[in-house]
């Protein structure tokens, strides 16, 4: 009986979720992403394409890694949520604010790539 307990492998280890040293800025990103996505629903057709940018995201940046991908998906309910307490209607605020968002978005992406991409 001890042979064969013997040969069975091991569980696999658990994995280390590990920081990035982007994660902060990766944070704010998924939370422009949940304004974003509020935002041009509001003002405009149903539009899941930042939605499913964050999922994209998520699938791409937190693997295996539970923790971050809750972070992520909190900064990105963040987002969505803030948005949606503000602005009830599209308003020429809100149409400005999107325009905001999505440029300081554009600048976040291209940050994070340049210094931390392949």
Same mark, same amino acid.
């Given at each position: 009986?001890?042979?064969? $307990?013997?040969? /069975?492998?091991?569980?696999?280890? &658990? #994995? $280390?979720?590990? &920081?990035?040293?982007?994660?902060?800025?990766? /944070?704010?990103?998924?939370?422009?992403?949940?304004? #974003?996505?509020?935002?041009?629903?509001?003002?405009?057709?149903?539009?899941?394409?930042?939605?499913?940018?964050?999922?994209?995201?998520? $699938?791409?940046?937190?693997?295996?890694?539970?923790?971050?991908?809750? /972070?992520?998906?909190?900064? !990105?309910?963040?987002?969505? +949520?803030? !948005?949606?307490?503000?602005?009830?209607?599209?308003?020429? /605020?809100? #149409?400005?604010?999107?325009? +905001?968002?999505?440029?300081?978005?554009?600048?976040?992406?291209?940050?994070?790539?340049?210094?931390?991409?392949?």
């Amino acid at each position: 009986m001890a042979a064969a $307990e013997a040969e /069975q492998p091991a569980p696999p280890a &658990p #994995v $280390e979720e590990k &920081p990035a040293p982007y994660d902060l800025k990766l /944070q704010r990103f998924a939370e422009i992403l949940g304004s #974003v996505h509020y935002l041009r629903n509001l003002c405009a057709k149903h539009d899941a394409s930042w939605r499913q940018a964050m999922g994209s995201l998520l $699938e791409e940046e937190t693997k295996g890694e539970p923790k971050r991908a809750a /972070q992520l998906t909190a900064a !990105f309910n963040r987002g969505y +949520r803030s !948005f949606a307490a503000t602005y009830a209607r599209c308003t020429q /605020q809100a #149409v400005n604010a999107e325009n +905001r968002y999505r440029a300081e978005g554009a600048t976040l992406a291209a940050e994070i790539t340049a210094r931390f991409g392949n």
